[in-house]
């Protein structure tokens, strides 16, 4: 979690100079001193870019953080379930998505990431591309219902970051997932 | 072994780490016709520890082409001149080799052999290399590399290297060895998921992609000197490198203008350049030989299916029509067709496919076959397969009769990425 405090102060302290359009939210072109480092080092990770999206603190305060850990309060949710090869967000799901659109619309410095996965069947790199797309999916849904743009970032995971290791349908439909998380967390 | 663990990343990188599980390759099938060759202990061979002979005869029967004929003639021996064809005849060798050791008191070694064809009873070939005993194995692979090449027409690739990722426990690590699994070194380590590895041309880098930052960023790492460099960190996702003949630019995935879309990018990471619009995915892509177009992933027509792209013109044309998935494109670098992934029957195979006939030919059972990787010499594919709970590496010929299976004790295999002819 260490990392997490020092990737948010990173981009906090830039935050001031990047309040313009959308893919301004933090340095894109990755290519500062610190891009090129010895792999012994490790230096590579050392970026702001890693929090993209996901740094910030809820406007709200200390009162709309902790409904996001309260387990009665349905922001607590966070898995969005996808069926086979599909990225359409079921009806389901819908209230869950909207809690979180209306939790970043009440909260407009907030942000989140919405990290999409797939089970493991089909090639690594168009796993990695469909989980894209069911983040993407949720990030639309949101935004209709009241996020912005600039407040989520989605990612994926692919088939590389299992929930269940299984080779059997209960796992699959675990790992077919979006997850959503939000900054600081 | 120099390692250093920065715990605040919960990450750690390698340099050079020898002694890792090594992969051990098992011929599971071979093709229709072998060639038997005799292939004669060197004289003094027997005055070092690691000898060639051994590692050339490997090599060879590993190819599915040859066979080992032990000709046990005494005595041995160790010059064209020396060999009277009959004797290697009358124990069925097409071929033989013999050859010869000798140190040069300065530490190295003078190793010379002669390749002969049996059946028409000439000299093929005859080499002299001078080398220390720690190049023995790279020169039992040139030595191979010399015989393949005299009996089939095709460039040997006992030479090239192979990089793949083995996940132990939540350890990954990008490893690199020889194409017999040998000498493997692992050049990156993390506790996060790494994929995709790809060699520059010259096999001087490998671009691949990592998770550690939470999300795929593709970096190039240099094999010299172990630096490695972002190549692309935007927001969203960054994955699918793949670089260009000529090593100055690579084919990238990225999701910052939203989907999954390909751009062009330098090596340096400047100079994105976005290539296509397309309203779904495209992914997975990558050049033909002659750098002028791309093969790619897409699902623009409501099911994955490969496309190729002049990137001249922006053209596109679809390539597969058979079946809902077919992915992963690998152009064959003798410029007739391409490998790529089918799923049919919810079995993922690796398949191969002719551009000229459009024919499909399905290389492999399933169920789970992926990362196809064609040699250098366009013979054999290289994939990665699941083997009950595990990942291992397989290797079938391109005509699909001889098959190997790469197995490691330790770890999950997976991503396998072929590197170039190193001439």
């Not at chain 2, 060999?83 to 080799?97: L, N, T």
Request: aromatic share 8%; net charge positive; charged share 20%.
């Amino acid at each position: 979690m260490r990392k997490w405090i020092i990737g948010a102060l990173v981009v906090v302290a830039v935050a001031g100079c990047s309040s313009t359009g959308t893919q301004d939210a933090a340095p894109v072109d990755d290519k500062g001193p610190t891009a090129t480092a010895p792999a012994t080092t490790g230096g590579a990770t050392t970026s702001g870019a890693t929090t993209t999206g996901v740094s910030g603190t809820p406007a709200g305060g200390a009162g709309a953080a902790s409904a996001l850990k309260d387990p009665n309060n349905i922001l607590s949710k966070r898995n969005v379930y996808f069926d086979y090869d599909q990225f359409v967000v079921k009806d389901e799901y819908k209230p869950l998505v909207e809690a979180h659109a209306k939790y970043l619309q009440a909260n407009r410095g907030a942000r989140a990431i919405i990290q999409g996965n797939t089970d493991e069947r089909g090639t690594r790199e168009y796993n990695i591309a469909l989980g894209q797309k069911r983040a993407d999916a949720v990030k639309k849904l949101m935004i209709l219902l009241g996020a912005s743009e600039i407040q989520i970032e989605t990612v994926s995971f692919g088939k590389e970051k299992p929930r269940r290791e299984g080779h059997d349908e209960a796992s699959w439909a675990e790992n077919r997932r979006a997850d959503i998380v939000h900054a600081g967390e | 072994m120099r390692r250093l663990i920065f715990a605040f990343l919960a990450l750690s990188f390698l340099a050079c780490s020898p002694a890792r599980a090594q992969l051990t390759i098992e011929i599971v099938g071979g093709a229709g016709t072998t060639i038997p060759i005799a292939i004669v202990p060197f004289e003094n061979e027997a005055n070092w520890p690691l000898g060639i002979t051994g590692i050339v005869a490997a090599d060879l029967q590993r190819s599915g082409l040859f066979r080992s004929v032990e000709a046990g003639i005494l005595p041995r021996p160790a010059r064209a001149e020396d060999v009277k064809y009959g004797d290697f005849r009358a124990r069925g060798a097409d071929a033989a080799v013999v050859g010869s050791m000798r140190a040069l008191g300065d530490g190295r070694v003078e190793v010379r052999f002669s390749l002969l064809d049996v059946v028409k009873q000439t000299q093929l070939v005859t080499m002299t290399y001078v080398v220390t005993p720690a190049q023995f194995r790279a020169t039992a692979h040139r030595i191979a590399d010399v015989i393949y090449e005299k009996f089939t027409g095709d460039a040997g690739v006992f030479s090239t290297r192979i990089a793949y990722i083995t996940k132990q426990g939540s350890r990954f690590e990008l490893i690199v060895a020889d194409a017999d699994g040998g000498n493997p070194q692992a050049i990156v380590a993390s506790n996060e998921p790494l994929l995709s590895p790809a060699w520059s041309p010259d096999g001087s880098r490998l671009a691949y992609v990592s998770l550690e930052n939470k999300k795929p960023v593709i970096y190039i790492q240099s094999m010299a000197t172990g630096q490695r460099q972002v190549l692309a960190n935007f927001r969203g996702s960054n994955s699918a490198p793949s670089w260009s003949p000529d090593g100055r630019r690579l084919v990238v995935t990225l999701t910052r203008e939203g989907g999954s879309q390909l751009f062009l990018i330098n090596a340096d990471g400047t100079g994105v350049q976005r290539l296509l619009t397309s309203a779904g995915i495209d992914t997975e892509a990558s050049f033909t030989p002659d750098g002028k177009a791309l093969l790619f992933t897409s699902d623009r027509g409501g099911t994955p299916q490969i496309y190729r792209m002049t990137i001249a013109t922006g053209a596109v044309e679809r390539m597969t029509f058979e079946g809902s998935y077919n992915a992963s494109p690998r152009a064959t670098p003798d410029g007739k067709g391409f490998a790529f992934v089918r799923r049919e029957g919810g079995r993922f195979m690796i398949a191969i496919q002719d551009y000229a006939t459009r024919q499909v030919q399905i290389l492999t059972p399933g169920p789970l076959d992926e990362s196809p990787s064609i040699a250098p010499n366009s013979r054999m594919i290289i994939y990665a397969a699941q083997q009950g709970p595990r990942g291992i590496l397989a290797g079938v010929s391109s005509d699909g009769r001889v098959k190997q299976r790469l197995v490691s004790p330790a770890a999950d295999v997976r991503e396998p990425a072929w590197g170039p002819l190193l001439r």
